[in-house]
């Protein structure tokens, strides 16, 4: 039972998983500058806004502008970190690259959850609005967040060895992320007041949905290439 | 080595061709008013503007509203989220991009047709017709 190759996958993907979330857990680099930043661009915008009430569509646009950016500061950590600690090795002799990958994307996909449903809360406090369709936006975070944790985590991968890798992740993301931030404004500013509701919203999903598909498959083909000399 | 890259493959494309499907989807064919509740999805609907009934801008909620029939005949209120576009008046066809919602259809975009200002139609009446002769 233990020996099948399912589930010896599933245990070193857990063990790259597990390893991660003690280490964040013990120094919380990444929460900590996650928090700050999604607490500061927040409050920059309620400020700047004001009073004023604002379209739902700037609501929408708002909301994924913070993210996104929160998501290319924090979620490229994951294996520049092991490149500055110089784990690397270590990683590339015990565990196969799938499951390297698999655990790092589990890691990326909790991480960007959690701070994406923080800054859920903040905004739609500040800007004083309110969701009306729920189920439309928990399917909205949670494909948009795997999308955007599949993108990152390949690319972050890629950049890990360059050597200014921090400022050229955002600059690597921005255009593959377009089609991602099309739709999830979209379906966001739909779960809002006076929106579409969910059965409009279908084609953003599964836009959503088949976008988180073909970054995690092309992911899987290429990092290999990407993580073995 | 082998199996992996073959599922790979077919899962790319898979997910790729349904990405590129579902956006052709978004951008909206032109139909009806009918056509367009029946798909629920974004249309383009070409029609006139029904000047004989209420039309509104209230400038609170930034809302413009009107009623348009289209080329079937069927005659629905329009609900634009932003002013009320320069030479609406003036035109000779409508086209609205947006979804239907209800009996109401929410537009994103108005394209106003409008008559030329340059053209002067009774100048070319007084140009022979070379053809016949």
Known sequence: MSTSPAHKWLRG????????????????????VLLMFVLSSSLVVAFSVGAESVSTRTQAALLWI????SASLGLGRTF????????VLLLQLNIPGSQIFAGKLLFNTALILSVNIIVLFVLTFLLNTRITDWPLMIATMLLGSIGLAGATTLLSAIVA?????SALLPVLLLPLLFPLLLSVVHATQNSLPD????????DHLVTLFAFAGVVISASVLLFDYVWND | MRPKTI?????????S???????????GGYMNFVQAEESGSRAHVIGDWVRDQSFKYDATTNIFS???????GNVRQVRYMNPKPPNFEDAERLVVDGYPKGEIFIAEHILVKCPSKYENPDEFNDVPDLTKS
């Open chain 2, 66 to 72: 009107f009623h348009m029939v289209d080329e079937m």
């Open chain 2, 7 to 15: 599922i790979g493959i077919v899962l790319l494309v898979a997910f």
């Open chain 1, 13 to 32: 993907m857990s063990a790259v998983f597990m390893k991660d979330l003690h280490l964040e857990l013990r120094n919380r680099y990444a929460l900590n």
């Open chain 1, 80 to 87: 520049i970190a092991e490149e500055e600690r110089g784990t």
């Open chain 1, 161 to 165: 060895r360059a050597a200014s890798s």
């Open chain 1, 66 to 69: 913070v993210i996104t950016f």
């Open chain 2, 17 to 27: 061709s349904l990405l590129l499907m579902n956006f052709g989807s978004q951008v």
């Open chain 1, 195 to 202: 929106g579409l509701g969910l059965n409009a919203s279908i």
